[in-house]
């Protein structure tokens, strides 16, 4: 069995954007040429301001979008040639919100249940076992198998969710924010139990977060996006403790900090952000850049190889290659 989950090579989407009356449509580049390998049992965090493409790409590994350009393979097989049910078996998704992405109308019992109906299975009492086996699993009581959403708490609600996508045993769960709905006390129950259902089912994990306390918290690798570029990539521990491209260390720079003397931090990124649909030249950070040079303004850099980390930088040359 391969420990390669999925690998995604020079992955693009694009979106026709309408520009206004007369003015025709342009493109949008959300995902540009990404390449990404997550290994069994891995976390790979997304990390990157909103907008720079980390939920598109998760909606194209999830099979929800289709690439414009590029190849993914899901456990060595084309994503492409996968049948839908086989895909919806092997990848589940855990969406940001708990409160909109459960049916208001459907009990507990029947929102955890409903994957393995898709999958076709047909036996009620082999769907109650399995649900209430889940259930137990996340740590939600068999008592509120009858119940509805509007019943329960945030963090059940999240639990309930967490249930769905694992209640046919996928292999690989893709998280968004799933735990910026929550509650800050409510948050490290839910990160702690997906830690734990890693390790007692072998999971593989790709979260998205704009926090960055939960990323160190949970990931083991963490790919940094920028306008639809992979712009670094490295595992956790090395990553906080040593960012390589200049964008990485202003986003470790502005997480806040408790002590009060310290104030808000200065980034140095400006209040702009680039446009999308018309990016810079060259090196798409350079505008914001404090370390930029002659030729980020004119030539795009390549990637480099920095030991087991990545990064996308002119600072680091092409020695590499």
């Not at 997550?38 to 979008?65: D, H, M, P, Q």
């Not at 036996?123 to 137990?136: G, K, L």
């Not at 914001?288 to 990064?311: E, H, I, K, Y």
């Amino acid at each position: 069995m391969s420990d390669v989950m999925i690998n995604a090579s020079n992955v693009t989407r694009n979106f026709s954007i309408s520009r206004g009356m007369f003015r025709g449509k342009k493109t949008l580049r959300a995902v540009n040429g990404v390449n990404l390998t997550v290994k069994r049992g891995e976390v790979l965090a997304l990390v990157g301001e909103s907008g720079c493409g980390k939920t598109t790409l998760a909606k194209i590994l999830l099979g929800l979008l289709p690439q414009t350009a590029g190849s993914i393979t899901l456990c060595g097989k084309p994503i492409n040639e996968v049948p839908r049910l086989e895909l919806a078996r092997l990848v589940q998704p855990i969406f940001q919100d708990p409160y909109s992405s459960l049916n208001p109308r459907k009990s507990i019992g029947s929102i955890i249940g409903l994957p393995m109906h898709v999958q076709g299975v047909e036996d009620s009492h082999a769907i109650r076992r399995q649900v209430e086996t889940t259930m137990d699993l996340v740590g939600l009581p068999s008592r509120l198998f009858g119940s509805y959403p509007n019943q329960l708490s945030g963090g059940q609600r999240q639990r309930v969710a967490i249930a769905r996508a694992l209640v046919n045993r996928p292999q690989v769960i893709v998280c968004d924010e799933p735990t910026s709905a929550l509650d800050v006390s409510v948050q490290s129950q839910i990160l702690n139990l997906l830690s734990d259902l890693r390790k007692e089912l072998n999971l593989t994990y790709i979260i998205i977060s704009h926090n960055l306390a939960v990323v160190e918290h949970i990931a083991t690798r963490v790919a940094v996006m920028y306008l639809g570029r992979l712009v670094e990539e490295a595992k956790t521990t090395e990553l906080f403790a040593r960012p390589q491209h200049p964008y990485t260390v202003a986003l470790l720079e502005s997480v806040l900090t408790p002590e009060p003397s310290l104030g808000i931090p200065n980034t140095q990124l400006g209040a702009s952000y680039p446009n999308p649909i018309d990016p810079p030249n060259g090196c798409a950070f350079h505008p914001r850049c404090a370390r930029a040079m002659p030729q980020c303004s004119t030539q795009a850099p390549n990637g480099t190889r920095l030991g087991q980390a990545f990064v996308e930088c002119h600072l680091y040359g092409d020695e590499s290659h």
